[in-house]
């Protein structure tokens, strides 16, 4: 069990995981330090950064901000990525800047004598087919796996929740087109999981040190392909629609696309939709014995992520992932 007397840096709060996790350790009674990239607009919890404790302001991609953040740190959650942007070209360096950030948290960690970090990545089989978003992930995983601090990795498919890019992407296309032109790889396979599972998992691994320096995969109970999970969602929702595969649509085309029809960004909808051509399924689940958890099915998953939704902005710590604020 854990004492509670750790104290734990998180990145990301201003995310869809971050957030959310923010609460979930917020509610287990661990004291928290978030890592900020400065802004005057942003609020976490319903109050503007600068007036709640606690909060530390940094970069990843600046080394000299990390010193302060991982100061007196026991455990460190590393929930960033550098993917964004509203077109494919801005997001095009992401991998370059996602080592560097890997790197530079790596080495504060070290210096600061950080005990624990613990990394959210991606799934998918290594090999030069894999796409560049999957390949980074995995990349990121290596270089923080590779220094003095534990590092436990777990590696998810796509997470379903309100706010969520994956989710967000379903969801808009499933409401707003009653007749989807789908790429090939709409048929891939893929293991989904809630995002409330994945909270759990989270915050698991620290009352769990033997998870310690492992890379675990977390999934939800279903195998699925994209083209199911949108049956799934149309079924749930009650909506009639008719989806037909497309052998021209590429990547770079369906992504120009999907942000014409939905509000998230081309430069997160490209990495996406490219890792799509990749079978993102676990391959071990010793995370369900270390960490026992009751997984929701896809149906449940995205009946609740509704639900989060009808509740609207303002009330989920996800309100703040990127491509809502537009
Ligand atoms: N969402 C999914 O379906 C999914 C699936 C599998 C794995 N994951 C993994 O889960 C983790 C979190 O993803 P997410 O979906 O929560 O992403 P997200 O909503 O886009 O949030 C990304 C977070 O990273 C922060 N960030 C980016 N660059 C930074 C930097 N240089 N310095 C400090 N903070 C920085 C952002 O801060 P700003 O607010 O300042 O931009 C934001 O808080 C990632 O490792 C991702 O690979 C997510």
């Given at each position: 069990?854990?004492?509670?007397q750790?104290?734990?840096?998180?990145?990301?709060?201003?995310?869809?995981?971050?957030?959310?996790?923010?609460?979930?350790?917020?509610?287990?009674?661990?004291?928290?330090?978030?890592?900020?990239?400065?802004?005057?607009?942003?609020?976490?919890?319903?109050?503007?950064l600068?007036?709640?404790?606690?909060?530390?302001?940094?970069?990843?991609?600046?080394p000299?901000?990390?010193?302060?953040?991982?100061?007196?740190?026991?455990?460190?959650?590393?929930?960033?990525?550098?993917?964004?942007?509203?077109?494919?070209?801005?997001?095009?360096?992401?991998?370059?800047?996602?080592?560097?950030?890997?790197?530079?948290?790596?080495?504060?960690?070290?210096?600061?004598?950080?005990?624990?970090?613990?990394?959210?990545?991606?799934?998918?089989e290594?090999?030069?087919?894999?796409?560049?978003?999957?390949a980074?992930?995995?990349?990121?995983?290596?270089?923080?796996?590779?220094?003095?601090?534990?590092?436990?990795?777990?590696?998810?498919?796509?997470?379903?929740?309100?706010?969520?890019?994956?989710?967000?992407?379903?969801?808009?296309?499933?409401?707003?087109l009653?007749v989807?032109?789908c790429?090939?790889?709409?048929?891939?396979?893929?293991?989904?999981?809630?995002?409330?599972?994945?909270?759990?998992?989270?915050?698991g691994?620290?009352?769990?040190?033997?998870?310690?320096?492992?890379?675990?995969?977390?999934?939800?109970?279903?195998?699925?392909?994209?083209?199911?999970?949108?049956?799934i969602?149309?079924?749930?929702?009650?909506?009639?629609?008719?989806?037909?595969?497309?052998?021209?649509?590429t990547?770079?085309?369906?992504?120009?696309?999907?942000?014409?029809?939905?509000p998230?960004?081309?430069?997160?909808?490209?990495?996406?939709?490219?890792?799509?051509?990749n079978?993102?399924?676990?391959?071990?689940?010793?995370?369900?014995?270390?960490?026992?958890?009751?997984?929701?099915?896809?149906?449940?998953?995205?009946?609740?992520?509704?639900?989060?939704?009808?509740?609207?902005?303002?009330?989920?710590?996800?309100?703040?992932a990127?491509?809502?604020?537009?």
């Open positions: 069990m854990s004492t509670r750790e104290k734990i840096l998180l990145t990301g709060p201003t995310g869809f995981i971050g957030g959310r996790l923010l609460h979930a350790l917020d509610d287990a009674g661990y004291s928290v330090r978030c890592l900020v990239r400065i802004s005057e607009t942003l609020t976490i919890k319903g109050a503007p600068k007036q709640k404790p606690g909060i530390v302001y940094a970069d990843l991609l600046e000299d901000t990390l010193s302060q953040a991982m100061e007196g740190m026991d455990v460190a959650y590393y929930l960033v990525h550098s993917m964004g942007g509203r077109s494919i070209r801005e997001t095009m360096a992401f991998a370059e800047r996602d080592r560097r950030a890997a790197t530079n948290f790596l080495r504060a960690a070290e210096q600061a004598g950080v005990k624990r970090i613990i990394y959210l990545g991606g799934l998918g290594t090999g030069n087919k894999l796409s560049e978003h999957l980074s992930r995995q990349e990121v995983a290596r270089i923080l796996q590779s220094g003095r601090v534990k590092t436990t990795a777990l590696r998810a498919a796509v997470i379903i929740g309100a706010g969520g890019a994956s989710f967000e992407l379903v969801r808009y296309l499933a409401e707003r009653p989807m032109m790429p090939r790889w709409i048929n891939t396979l893929s293991q989904p999981i809630a995002v409330q599972n994945v909270i759990a998992y989270l915050v691994c620290l009352d769990r040190p033997e998870t310690a320096g492992l890379t675990l995969d977390v999934g939800g109970p279903d195998i699925v392909s994209y083209a199911d999970l949108m049956r969602y149309t079924r749930v929702r009650g909506l009639r629609r008719f989806l037909f595969t497309v052998p021209v649509l990547p770079r085309l369906s992504a120009y696309w999907i942000n014409f029809i939905t998230v960004p081309a430069g997160i909808v490209f990495p996406l939709v490219e890792g799509m051509k079978e993102v399924i676990c391959r071990e689940n010793r995370i369900r014995e270390l960490i026992p958890v009751k997984l929701m099915g896809m149906e449940e998953a995205i009946c609740t992520a509704l639900v989060e939704t009808e509740k609207g902005p303002g009330k989920l710590p996800s309100q703040q990127c491509f809502l604020r537009r």
